[in-house]
T-cell receptor, first 115, second 115 residues
Framework: AQTVTQSQPEMSVQEAETVTLSCTYDTSESNYYLFWYKQPPSRQMILVIRQEAYKQQNATENRFSVNFQKAAKSFSLKISDSQLGDTAMYFCAFMNFYNTDKLIFGTGTRLQVFP | DTGVSQDPRHKITKRGQNVTFRCDPI?????LYWYRQTLGQGPEFLTYFQNEAQLEKSRLLSDRFSAERPKGSFSTLEIQRTEQGDSAMYLC?????????????FGPGTRLTVT
């Protein structure tokens, strides 16, 4: 069974600084997707960034980028130029490439951006 | 695109009562998912549909839980004989199931409190 581990329950960063959130996962599959989702306080979850395991290039979306280390089964999220609006819970999630669409989530990291 | 909607947003019920939640996916999406999120945890997969067919059910979904998507549009999740352990946020998500994005769009959730 696949598992996703986020070892940082809480992180904080000053506005305009850079922060990295960690995620590791366990799977025996070779093809899969990895995601970072953001859940702001009292608001719905939205997708931040997605990585296909068969792609060697790390995904980037504006201020958000990932460091995908397939051999180490590591998938960290880097947020550059942090903004107050980045304050949220961040969930790392895994999806098997074949025969299922379900997302397997980690326990989340609460990120606080302060002025 | 009005997004995924869920109704009600909050439900308080007494132990032993039945409750039903509704989810309206994004109109052109043929896949619909239910997740449960307890405090301090990431969402856990419950079940998902492709059109009206229920393709996968988690072992978390006990016999007291039933989900339907009768016409391949909206879905309902019913919990019979509620227990205090059912208190959680119930999230619905939808996706187009096309292309290679596999992005799931989440609704705001229904928060259930069982007293």
């Amino acid at each position: 069974a696949q598992t996703v581990t986020q070892s940082q329950p809480e992180m904080s960063v000053q506005e305009a600084e850079t922060v990295t959130l960690s995620c590791t996962y366990d799977t025996s599959e070779s093809n899969y997707y990895l995601f970072w989702y953001k859940q702001p306080p009292s608001r719905q979850m939205i997708l931040v960034i997605r990585q296909e395991a068969y792609k060697q290039q790390n995904a980037t979306e504006n201020r958000f980028s990932v460091n995908f280390q397939k051999a180490a089964k590591s998938f960290s999220l880097k947020i550059s130029d942090s903004q107050l609006g980045d304050t949220a819970m961040y969930f790392c999630a895994f999806m098997n490439f074949y025969n299922t669409d379900k997302l397997i989530f980690g326990t989340g990291t609460r990120l606080q951006v302060f002025p | 695109d009005t997004g995924v909607s869920q109704d009600p947003r909050h439900k308080i019920t007494k132990r032993g009562q039945n409750v039903t939640f509704r989810c309206d996916p994004i109109s052109e999406h043929n896949r619909l998912y239910w997740y449960r999120q307890t405090l301090g945890q990431g969402p856990e997969f419950l079940t998902y549909f492709q059109n009206e067919a229920q393709l996968e059910k988690s072992r978390l979904l006990s016999d007291r839980f039933s989900a339907e998507r009768p016409k391949g549009s909206f879905s309902t999740l019913e919990i019979q004989r509620t227990e205090q352990g059912d208190s959680a946020m119930y999230l619905c998500a939808s996706s187009s199931g096309q292309g290679n994005t596999y992005e799931q769009y989440f609704g705001p959730g229904t928060r259930l409190t069982v007293t």
